[in-house]
């Protein structure tokens, strides 16, 4: 595939909707300077001069979806509590669609908190529940996105999993078994407690920690044989229609087993690598939806992925970075 239809399939991302189920998280920021010494334990001081919240998690990829062009709809369950109300402020920022979040009495939404001086983050607290969704939950969160599928039928679903408990083996099953049914393709950002309950998926996106801690292959190395073993054992275990292997500095490795593709990863000054597995899987979700082949889908999510890594926080990749970076790289 030459340049000028690379460029033409990104641009067919505007046409696309993408249903993105997963845990949301509020990313919340606390920046200030360190001057002295606590008197009362040997900690810094920090003197908070500033509070930023972001969007995070599941809700990070939805915005991802949304800059490269495409159109999201973000499905999840969230706490009726400051969060929970914090993150519905800045979907409509952001534009985002909230038809698929759930508010439950039940649930505490997820939220963690830096505490950074200068470019250093000093202490993270996290505040959530990580139990798997009560029965009622689940339900009411399957029925609003099958309702979804149905109204608006969409080119692709993304499961993105943080480990949070907003995915639920029997939440997967469900929708994959509707997306099949209906043709629809569905794309994996897995974590550990969910790792093989996505047989049926169109492409299963693991790093490299997830797939050694998924297949029990601590020792696992980005060569070559090494990729193509825990391909076959990932097959043996949950079929899949392509794994995307995402190798941090070593790139990214695609395969559906009859063919593969090792793509470096692109000469950068790397800044901070937070938020680049979610812009990967919207970059990768959103190629394989517009119907690039596998060494194109790893090629863009390779580009756009890398390109998040330059600036510090995390960032999005908009539909005209991507498309300066296609032109410039490639």
């Given at each position: ?157 993304i499961f993105e ?154 960032v999005s990749i ?13």
């Amino acid at each position: 595939m030459n340049k000028e239809e690379l460029l033409r399939l990104v641009s067919q991302f505007n046409q696309l909707k993408i249903l993105v189920i997963g845990d949301v998280i509020l990313d919340a920021y606390y920046k200030g300077d360190v001057s002295r010494i606590s008197p009362e334990a040997p900690v810094p001081v920090l003197d908070i001069r500033s509070k930023d919240y972001r969007l995070g998690g599941a809700a990070n990829v939805g915005l991802n979806v949304n800059k490269l062009g495409a159109s999201s709809i973000l499905c999840s369950v969230i706490g009726d509590d400051d969060a929970g109300a914090s993150i519905k402020k800045l979907m409509q920022k952001e534009g985002l669609d909230s038809s698929g979040i759930v508010t439950s009495g039940a649930r505490q939404t997820s939220k963690k908190t830096r505490m950074v001086s200068g470019f250093s983050q000093l202490l993270r607290f996290d505040e959530e529940i990580t139990s798997s969704l009560s029965s009622e939950d689940e339900r009411m969160l399957l029925n609003r996105i099958i309702s979804l599928i149905d109204k608006h039928s969409p080119n692709a679903i993304i499961f993105e999993d943080y480990d949070k408990g907003c995915i639920t083996s029997q939440l997967i099953k469900s929708v994959i078994s509707k997306a099949s049914s209906l043709g629809i393709k569905v794309t994996v950002d897995p974590k550990k407690r969910n790792f093989f309950s996505y047989a049926g998926a169109t492409l299963f996106k693991p790093n490299m920690k997830e797939l050694r801690e998924g297949l029990a292959l601590p020792h696992l190395t980005s060569n070559h044989n090494d990729l193509m073993s825990a391909y076959r054992l990932l097959q043996e275990k949950m079929p899949v229609g392509c794994a995307f292997f995402t190798l941090s500095a070593d790139g990214v490795f695609i395969t559906d087993g009859s063919e593969n593709h090792h793509i470096p990863a692109f000469n950068r000054t790397i800044a901070d690598v937070s938020g680049a597995g979610d812009t990967v899987i919207s970059a990768a979700t959103c190629a394989l939806a517009v119907g690039m082949d596998l060494r194109n889908i790893a090629t863009i999510s390779n580009l756009a992925g890398g390109w998040v890594c330059q600036f510090p926080g995390v960032v999005s990749i908009t539909q005209n970075d991507l498309l300066e970076e296609i032109n410039k790289s490639l």
